[in-house]
């Protein structure tokens, strides 16, 4: 599943994803917008999420930490029958996520991006630690007709004009979390692995 995607996302893109009236559109963009070719479990990334009537951009660990001993963080959870009104939901923005394909290493790397927007949005949850450190999980649901031939499932990709509709779930989850139609993915191979 999802373990590695990218965040080019500039600053005038983010602000323009921000100026729906369900995201109390104006906010300035924050330093938390970093850009970054790979960020992976265990990394920081920007994470939007609910602050009062409007939403906050926060910096946040990839993946949960790990439920029992030996075990490894929670980077991707599925959204098959669950209901999340009661969760802390987020979406993880990002300007493309990655899958990978083979047997040996390098594999082969398959990038996802939206094919009419340059940033994109994943359902998400967040939790805080006894300490204070934030973190999210990824959201997955049945891969679509773009992601299929990949991977057997995907992550819960958002267009921005719906990130309002799930960080204050206006819309039903079974819409939000459904994976997007055919053609809506640009799917390129960025790195060609061994098999």
Same mark, same amino acid.
């Given at each position: 599943?999802?373990?590695?995607?990218?965040? %080019?996302?500039?600053?005038?893109?983010?602000?323009?994803?921000?100026?729906?009236?369900?995201?109390?559109?104006?906010?300035?963009?924050?330093?938390?917008?970093?850009?970054?070719?790979?960020?992976?479990?265990?990394?920081?990334?920007?994470?939007?999420?609910?602050?009062?009537?409007?939403?906050?951009?926060?910096?946040?660990?990839?993946?949960?930490?790990?439920?029992?001993?030996?075990?490894?963080?929670?980077?991707?959870?599925?959204?098959?029958?669950? %209901?999340?009104?009661?969760?802390?939901?987020?979406?993880?923005?990002?300007?493309?996520?990655?899958?990978? !394909?083979?047997?040996?290493?390098?594999?082969?790397? %398959?990038?996802?991006?939206?094919?009419?927007?340059?940033?994109?949005?994943?359902?998400?949850?967040?939790?805080?630690?006894?300490?204070?450190?934030?973190?999210?999980?990824?959201? !997955? !649901?049945e891969p679509g007709p773009d992601v299929a031939p990949i991977h057997n499932r995907q992550v819960c990709v958002l267009r921005p004009?719906?990130?309002?509709?799930?960080?204050?779930? !206006?819309?039903?989850?079974?819409?939000?979390?459904?994976?997007?139609?055919?053609?809506?993915?640009?799917?390129?191979v960025v790195r060609e692995g061994r098999d």
């Amino acid at each position: 599943m999802c373990n590695d995607y990218e965040q %080019h996302v500039s600053q005038a893109e983010y602000a323009r994803a921000l100026a729906a009236p369900e995201l109390n559109g104006g906010i300035e963009p924050e330093p938390a917008l970093i850009l970054a070719d790979d960020i992976r479990i265990g990394d920081r990334g920007p994470v939007l999420r609910a602050a009062g009537n409007g939403v906050e951009l926060v910096l946040m660990q990839f993946g949960f930490p790990p439920p029992r001993a030996k075990a490894g963080p929670v980077f991707n959870f599925k959204s098959d029958g669950r %209901h999340f009104a009661e969760s802390r939901r987020c979406v993880v923005v990002l300007s493309g996520f990655f899958e990978f !394909t083979g047997s040996k290493y390098p594999k082969t790397k %398959h990038r996802f991006a939206l094919r009419d927007a340059p940033v994109m949005g994943i359902a998400g949850l967040w939790s805080q630690a006894a300490d204070g450190a934030l973190s999210f999980t990824m959201l !997955t !649901t049945e891969p679509g007709p773009d992601v299929a031939p990949i991977h057997n499932r995907q992550v819960c990709v958002l267009r921005p004009a719906d990130w309002a509709a799930w960080l204050f779930l !206006t819309r039903p989850e079974a819409e939000l979390l459904a994976p997007l139609p055919a053609g809506s993915l640009v799917v390129e191979v960025v790195r060609e692995g061994r098999d």
